[in-house]
């Protein structure tokens, strides 16, 4: 097979994956997912309470934050741990930043307790064995506790037993309106859960059993008859939205250690679109500069150039499609591909740098153009390699947005390589037989003798 074959075929090996990608691009309907920087919504970062927080427990909380967050209906979220105690979430586009933050938050720890004494909080106004228990020491589920509950106008103060079940009995929870025309939240247990109420039913009948979430009564009814049937209902004051997200905690659980949130930050839907179009302002003002650059110093060369950055902005843009699905374009994403357009001139750079030097010992541009591009290629992959190493540190020990950074920068390294090999190479040896390129002017070269006796132009 003739060079001239196998440089075809590595062009068109190049358009084929272009086609390929733009393809499945067009065909899905895929598009770039933008983080929150860029879509506009919330970020907050928790901190796991405690003294001592186990890595296991935490990576628990992230998935049952994730598993709430995904009943929410929040397109594109992100919840990932932070270091040995943070949890950070991001919910791109959110519209009640709000009710999200209270169901992320909302640890749910739901408790079942015998009500043995109750009374007015009127009558017990300072009464100091009618105190509400406070403090994390005190709220204990094997403790005697005494809690508030409202009823209309007034409130009752509870005593409470220990707790006598738990919400890891619950199989399914679901919000539905009631008899009375309110919201309230039907239950169903667990195989053990259903005995196990069963058996607090039958030995406490006409005794109260309050509903205990993170410590808030949210209802404390009569026992009228041993319940048997492993199904039962939360009553309070719910509005629909409330009782739909008591749902969703109780369906997805406790989470395994309460949380405090540390750091919040809003990002509203114009500043995320401002940060966008600056963006792509500044990516494309960094193209055009690096074309225009290349175009009046290397001249024909620099057509090469321009349509191996065509082709590399194809590649960046249809791969940011395709990954769409697993991975979000950040403002700092963003970033790495401008700086990434100078890594992909640079490399057209070398190359030519090296075939202007062959050319001005008097070689001939069809001659020089695969023998200029193997001492090149060298210094290329030794460049690009530690621009990877550097993009792949990132990515492994930066947290936040950094990674969008690296990731990008690390993506845009290895299509220049590519690029470099397989359309750079190729093109400029094809084009090398054409008149023009015959010309030393044409390519940033003044003249051989010129060269020779001591001059050279860009």
């Known amino acids: 097979m003739s060079k001239t074959s ?18 499945c691009v ?108 406070e403090g994390e020491q005190n709220l204990q589920p094997t403790k005697e506790i005494i809690l508030p509950l409202k009823e209309g106008k007034s409130k009752m103060l509870l005593k409470l037993g220990p707790t006598l079940m738990t919400g890891d009995k619950l199989q399914k929870a679901q919000s539905v309106i009631g008899e009375t025309g309110s919201s309230q939240i039907n239950f169903t247990l667990t195989g053990d859960g259903k005995k196990t109420f069963a058996d607090i039913t039958t030995a406490n009948v006409n005794k109260q059993l309050a509903i205990v979430l993170d410590y808030v009564v949210e209802s ?7 319940i048997t049937d492993g199904r039962g209902e939360i009553t309070g004051k719910f509005t629909s939205k409330e009782a739909k997200d008591l749902e969703i905690v109780l369906n997805t659980g406790a989470l395994p250690v309460e949380l405090k949130p540390i750091n919040e930050q809003d990002v509203t839907a114009t500043l995320g679109r401002d940060s966008l179009r600056k963006g792509l302002i500044a990516g494309i003002v960094g193209i055009a500069a690096v074309a225009l650059f290349m175009l009046l110093y290397y001249r024909a060369l620099g057509v090469i150039t321009c349509l191996g950055l065509i082709v590399f902005g194809g590649l960046m843009y249809g791969f940011i499609c395709v990954l769409g699905e697993f991975w979000s374009l950040t403002l700092a994403g963003i970033a790495g591909v401008i700086v990434s357009i100078g890594i992909a001139g640079d490399s057209s750079i070398v190359y030519f740098e090296r075939l202007k030097e062959d050319i001005r010992e008097g070689r001939t541009m069809r001659s020089s153009a695969e023998r200029a591009y193997k001492s090149a290629f060298r210094t290329i992959i030794a460049a690009d390699t530690v621009s990877f190493a550097a993009a792949a540190i990132l990515y492994i020990f930066a947290v936040g947005s950094v990674k969008g950074f690296a990731f990008t920068l690390g993506m845009a390294t290895i299509f220049d390589v590519f690029i470099s090999y397989f359309f750079t190479r190729p093109m400029t040896a094809l084009l090398s037989g054409w008149r023009v390129f015959g010309k030393p002017a044409a390519i940033g070269v003044r003249s051989v003798a010129e060269s020779g006796a001591g001059g050279e132009t860009g």
């Open 220 to 226: 404390a009814p009569t026992i009228q008859t041993a």
């Open 6 to 23: 196998k440089n075809l075929i590595s062009i068109g090996f190049v358009l084929l994956i272009l086609v390929v990608v733009y393809t």
């Open 26 to 133: 067009f065909v899905f309907d895929l598009k770039p997912r933008l983080g929150l920087d860029l879509k506009g919504g919330i970020s907050i970062v928790y901190e796991a309470k405690g003294a001592k927080v186990d890595q296991g427990v935490l990576d628990k909380t992230v998935e049952k934050i994730r598993e709430r967050i995904d009943k929410l209906g929040v397109a594109e979220p992100e919840v990932t741990r932070q270091g040995s105690r943070n949890v950070a979430v991001q919910l791109p586009g959110i519209h009640d930043p709000e009710r999200a933050k209270q169901i992320i938050g909302k640890t749910a720890q739901l408790q079942f307790r015998l009500v043995t004494d109750s009374k007015a909080a009127s009558e017990v106004k300072d009464d100091p064995n009618w105190k509400v228990t």
